[in-house]
């Protein structure tokens, strides 16, 4: 399954499936970027970064795709599983050496058994 | 220690009152943030403390109130609030290095204001 961020919020996805989580940011001096993934009632979990000197990183399960040219970054989960179920944010870094990071809107993921 | 701790969970009070938030982190990170999140939305950044200064206030009301006693501890002070403060108050912490900064969230407090 895949999601377009701010234009289709929420994603089901079959559970073993791979899933792409879409986010289009908005700074082209941007040169960070982070995943995290939000349970309900938790705070934000890191899940992966990538700078802009790269176009791909992977982790375990998961990996990040960035395409300055338009703007795009994605998340791909690999088989995904029932605890994938949560809010998905990309997070871009807009002023560096102040750390001050800016969120997406968010993608629900939910695993479908 | 690899994590970033918030107390009290949840806090419920007037607008009238008085009260804090505490975050505490074990890492020896060197910056701190306060994040406000509503429901269905994403963190909103407050405050960030780099080397225990105030480096960044994104023009928060006067009736939040940081303080960063020390480079572990982190404090929201908060009076005189109203019923739309309330929300999830997130405390984060980062390294401050200059690749792959990180940032690590705790719980956080999810704030009622009656």
């Known amino acids: 399954g ?112 | 220690d690899t994590e970033v701790t918030q107390t009290p969970k949840h806090l419920v009070m007037g607008m009238t009152n008085k009260k804090s938030l505490k975050c505490e982190q074990h890492m020896g990170h060197r910056a701190m943030y306060w994040y406000k999140q509503k429901a269905k939305k994403p963190p909103e950044l407050m405050f960030v403390y780099s080397y225990e200064k105030l480096s960044i206030n994104e023009s928060v009301p006067s009736r939040f109130s940081p303080e960063c006693p020390n480079s572990s501890l982190l404090n929201l002070h908060l009076h005189a609030l109203q019923p739309e403060d309330s929300a999830l108050y997130l405390c984060a912490s980062s390294r401050l290095a200059r690749s792959y900064n990180e940032q690590f969230f705790g719980p956080g407090t999810r704030l009622t204001v009656l």
């Open chain 1, 2 to 113: 895949e999601s377009v961020g701010l234009h289709l919020p929420t994603l089901s996805v079959q559970e073993g499936d791979n899933s792409i989580i879409n986010c289009a940011y908005s700074n082209s001096a941007s040169d960070y970027f982070i995943w995290y993934k939000q349970e309900s009632g938790k705070g934000p979990q890191f899940i992966i970064d990538i700078r802009s000197n790269m176009d791909k990183r992977q982790g375990q399960r998961v990996t990040v795709l960035l395409n300055k040219t338009v703007k795009h970054l994605s998340l791909q989960i690999a088989a995904t599983q029932p605890g994938d179920s949560a809010v998905y944010f990309c997070a871009e870094n807009t002023d560096f050496g102040n750390e001050k990071l800016t969120f997406g809107t968010g993608t629900r993921l939910t695993i479908i058994p």
